[in-house]
C-alpha cells in the first residue's frame, strides 16, 4: 500500500522558515517525481514545485522562486519542503504528491499525502 | 493563479446526472495537455478522480467520467449520490511561462439536493 505520511502542524512567526517531511512508503521512492502543493484556508491549490528524487533535479513555480526549496533524501524514502520568510499569506497547508505519468509534462498527482496545516502568526 | 476556469458551484438531486466544465486556453489544454480530475471530501487531502481526460483509477466508481475538446475539459457525474458532495479540480500542464508548470482550476463545490 502506498503511503505519504507528513509532519505534523506547525506555528511560525513572520519571516521565519519551516521544513515539512513527507516519508514514502509502498513504491519504490526514485521512481516518481514528488510535488508539493499549497492550498490556503477556503481557497484552491497551487502547484509549488517537484523534485526528481533520483538526481535531485528541482523545478519551482515562479511564484514560490528564491523562497521555496525542495530535496529528496533517497537513504529514508523522505521528501522535504522548506519554505522560508513566511508571512500571513503562507498560512495554509501543505501536500505533498507523487507524480505519475510517462514524461513529467504528463504528470499527474495519483497520491497525496495527508497535508500539513502552517499557521504564520505574530 | 487558477488558469483554469470552473464554475464556482453545481448541484443536482440524487440520482441526477451533473457536469463541470474546466475552460484553459492554448498553452495548456489547447495545446493538447492531457486534463485530470480530483475530488476533495471536506477536511481531506484530495483524491484523483480521472486522469489522462477520461482514464479512471482502479475503485472509482463508472459513474465518474471525464471528456476533453478543444481548450475545454468536463467531468460528468452520474447517478448523484450524497457522497459525491465535495470539491472538484481539473489540472494540466501549462507551457506558457507563465509562472506554474502544473495548473489547477478554481475548483467547483458540488451540492447534492
Known amino acids: 500500500e502506498v503511503q505519504l505520511v507528513q509532519s505534523g502542524a506547525e506555528v511560525k512567526k513572520p519571516g521565519a522558515t519551516v521544513k515539512i517531511s513527507c516519508k514514502v512508503s509502498?513504491?519504490?521512492?526514485?521512481?516518481?517525481?514528488m510535488h508539493w502543493v499549497q492550498q490556503a484556508p477556503g481557497k484552491g491549490l497551487e502547484w509549488m514545485g517537484l523534485?526528481?528524487?533520483?538526481?535531485?533535479?528541482?523545478i519551482y513555480a515562479e511564484k514560490f522562486q528564491g523562497r521555496v526549496t525542495i530535496t529528496a533524501d533517497t537513504s529514508t524514502d523522505t521528501a522535504y519542503m522548506e519554505l522560508s520568510s513566511l508571512r500571513s499569506e503562507d498560512t495554509a497547508v501543505y501536500y505533498c504528491?507523487?507524480?505519475?505519468?510517462?514524461?513529467?509534462?504528463?504528470?499527474?498527482?495519483?497520491?497525496w499525502g495527508q497535508g500539513t496545516l502552517v499557521t504564520v502568526s505574530s | 493563479q487558477s488558469v483554469l476556469t470552473q464554475p464556482p458551484s453545481v448541484s443536482g438531486a440524487p440520482g441526477q446526472r451533473v457536469t463541470i466544465s474546466c475552460t484553459g486556453s492554448?498553452?495548456?489544454?489547447?495545446?493538447?495537455?492531457?486534463v485530470h480530475w480530483y475530488q476533495q471530501l471536506p477536511g481531506t487531502a484530495p483524491k484523483l478522480l480521472i486522469y489522462?481526460?477520461?482514464n479512471r483509477p482502479s475503485g472509482v466508481p463508472d459513474r465518474f467520467s471525464g471528456s476533453k475538446s478543444g481548450t475545454s475539459a468536463s467531468l460528468a457525474i452520474t447517478g448523484l449520490q450524497a457522497e459525491d458532495e465535495a470539491d472538484y479540480y481539473c489540472?494540466?500542464?501549462?507551457?506558457?511561462?507563465?509562472?506554474?508548470?502544473?495548473?489547477f482550476g478554481t475548483g467547483t463545490k458540488v451540492t447534492v439536493l
Open positions: 504528491a507523487t507524480g505519475v505519468g510517462a514524461t513529467y509534462v504528463r504528470n499527474y498527482f495519483d497520491y
Open positions: 509502498g513504491y519504490t521512492f526514485t521512481d516518481y517525481y
Open positions: 523534485v526528481d528524487p533520483e538526481d535531485g533535479e528541482t
Open positions: 492554448s498553452s495548456n489544454i489547447g495545446a493538447g495537455y492531457d
Open positions: 489522462g481526460n477520461s
Open positions: 489540472q494540466s500542464y501549462d507551457s506558457s511561462l507563465s509562472g506554474s508548470l502544473y495548473v
